[in-house]
């Protein structure tokens, strides 16, 4: 039982470490050139029909 639980509560804590440094290292908005924002439009799109957001990509993101 301890076991599991330190099992999840290891993965959550792997999980806050790995958004924490994504959203650390990721550009601010206003530097992107247009071909980072087609290419980020792009991922926004194949992550939405992988999982499935109900519609195409929000552009104004």
Do not use: W
Request: a positive charge; glycine letters at 14%; hydrophobic letters at 50%.
């Amino acid at each position: 039982m301890l076991r599991r639980i330190a099992v999840v509560l290891s993965g959550l804590l792997v999980t806050g470490f790995l958004a924490a440094g994504s959203a650390a290292a990721a550009p601010v908005d206003d530097h992107l050139s247009p071909a980072d924002r087609v290419g980020l439009r792009l991922a926004g799109e194949v992550i939405d029909a992988l999982f499935g957001s109900g519609g195409p990509a929000r552009s104004h993101r």
